[in-house]
């Protein structure tokens, strides 16, 4: 009868540790820690796999300050490096940088769960999804946003593009365009290096354009957010727009993302994963929720109203 006890308890300490052996998570987020909406997705992710139970591990592909391809390839090297040593249960992707570099190694690993999110407007590009490869896509609410300034502005027909020059923001070029035609706008794209760049483009494009569109700033080197914000304070004459609300300073209206949700769905998908659910029974999904902001002191300078039900202020 000892025996047999002392082979039962043996068997409970061995069930023990196997049933909380930890999860482990590898999480490659194509920016740097600082960039907002990168920011919020990796918070929603922390938050939401304890250190009790998950090993998370998180590596920046460091994407908007680092555009080169040779950053790129060193970068794809190492990750795949550490992915054969770190041996994770599941890998999470977010936005195109990542996607773009890494999914091609990660289709041929087909037992590996991968979660991606963030990827602007469509995956067709990146052959996904696939059979141990599925997400959630990026939609910016620019369709719904750009309807409601041609119902305040029904002449407008010149819309200027000012952003980074960046990967998602060339893919955007494509995949925007047609979307800009079924509007009956003329379009004309400023994709920018530097902050000097952007302040030149700003202030000759409010000459020129009837609406401007703000989408992003993270990859534009030397941003200063006070000299940027007085800036545009002087020399916005037309309408300024977003879809992401930390770019609401230099706006006065946006209907935005709500970057959170993104990481949700990403957190839900893992969490089935774990539970045994198989990621080609988790279909490809794309984001739902938005916000309206205005910024009251940039209105009043063109004296721009609009009447919308629950819209935001920004604070200064």
């Not at 059979?131 to 309807?147: C, H, Q, R, S, Y």
């Not at 902050?195 to 409010?206: I, S, Y």
């Not at 989408?215 to 992401?244: L, M, S, Y």
Request: glycine content about 2%; proline content about 4%.
């Amino acid at each position: 009868m000892k025996y047999i006890w002392l082979l039962f308890v043996c068997v409970l300490l061995f069930w023990d540790c196997v049933s909380t052996e930890r999860k482990k998570i590898l999480y490659v987020n194509s920016y740097h820690e600082g960039y907002a909406p990168s920011d919020e997705v990796a918070k929603v992710i922390r938050n939401a796999f304890d250190s009790k139970n998950h090993h998370l591990a998180v590596v920046y592909f460091d994407a908007k300050r680092n555009g080169s391809e040779e950053h790129a390839r060193q970068k794809t090297q190492e990750i795949i490096e550490l992915i054969d040593k770190f041996d994770p249960d599941v890998i999470i992707l977010s936005d195109d940088d990542a996607v773009k570099h890494l999914t091609p190694y990660l289709k041929t690993k087909v037992t590996l769960p991968v979660v991606f999110c963030g990827v602007n407007w469509s995956c067709e590009a990146y052959e996904l999804p696939a059979a141990n490869i599925t997400g959630m896509l990026e939609v910016l609410p620019i369709e719904d946003l750009l309807k409601q300034m041609k119902e305040l502005y029904p002449e407008c027909k010149k819309l200027t593009i000012l952003s980074e020059n960046s990967l998602s923001e060339q893919n955007n070029t494509q995949l925007l365009a047609p979307l800009y035609q079924s509007l009956g706008m003329e379009v004309n794209y400023i994709l920018v290096d530097t902050f000097n760049e952007w302040k030149d483009a700003f202030e000759t494009t409010n000459s020129q354009s009837d609406l401007i569109y703000l989408p992003t700033n993270g990859a534009i080197k030397n941003w200063n957010v006070n000299e940027a914000t007085d800036f545009v304070a002087q020399h916005i004459r037309k309408p300024v727009f977003t879809c992401d609300d930390f770019m609401m300073p230099y706006c006065v209206f946006g209907m935005t993302k709500v970057t959170a949700e993104q990481g949700e769905f990403v957190v839900s998908s893992v969490k089935q994963v774990f539970a045994g659910k198989k990621i080609q029974d988790i279909p490809v999904s794309k984001n739902q929720k938005s916000n309206s902001w205005i910024n009251r002191r940039l209105a009043s300078k063109i004296d721009f109203t609009i009447h919308l039900e629950n819209i935001r202020e920004i604070a200064y």
